[in-house]
């Protein structure tokens, strides 16, 4: 199944969690933060302004982003867990 979203609309599967701290502390399943970095799979076609014309996204698929917490709506598509989040919620993209 494919997933297009509409309108300014973006699709990121979330990036693993930290499983050690950078002293070499392993967290617990229950202390572990959700990450608020991901990989964009998806985008939508863009933002419609009033006038009517359409403002591209920002963001392509396969670009890596950093998010607000409490970014998106989490959904599962074939097993997979993704957010579908309005381009507004990423605050940057990662360039290495």
Same mark, same amino acid.
């Given at each position: 199944?494919?997933?297009? @979203?509409?309108?300014?609309?973006?699709?990121?599967?979330?990036?693993?969690?930290?499983?050690?701290?950078?002293?070499?502390?392993?967290? @617990? %399943? &229950?202390? /572990? $933060?959700? @990450?608020?970095?991901?990989?964009?799979?998806?985008?939508? $076609?863009?933002?419609?302004? !009033? &006038?009517? $014309?359409?403002?591209?996204? &920002?963001?392509?698929?396969? %670009?890596?982003?950093?998010?607000? &917490?409490?970014?998106?709506?989490?959904?599962?598509?074939? !097993?997979?867990?993704?957010?579908?989040?309005? /381009?507004?919620?990423?605050?940057?993209?990662?360039?290495?």
């Amino acid at each position: 199944m494919k997933l297009t @979203p509409i309108g300014d609309r973006v699709v990121v599967k979330r990036l693993e969690a930290e499983t050690r701290t950078k002293g070499g502390i392993v967290l @617990p %399943d &229950s202390a /572990q $933060e959700k @990450p608020k970095r991901g990989k964009v799979v998806a985008v939508g $076609e863009g933002k419609r302004l !009033d &006038s009517g $014309e359409l403002v591209k996204p &920002s963001v392509k698929a396969g %670009d890596e982003v950093l998010f607000s &917490s409490f970014a998106g709506t989490e959904i599962t598509i074939e !097993d997979k867990e993704v957010l579908i989040m309005g /381009q507004d919620d990423i605050l940057a993209i990662v360039r290495h």
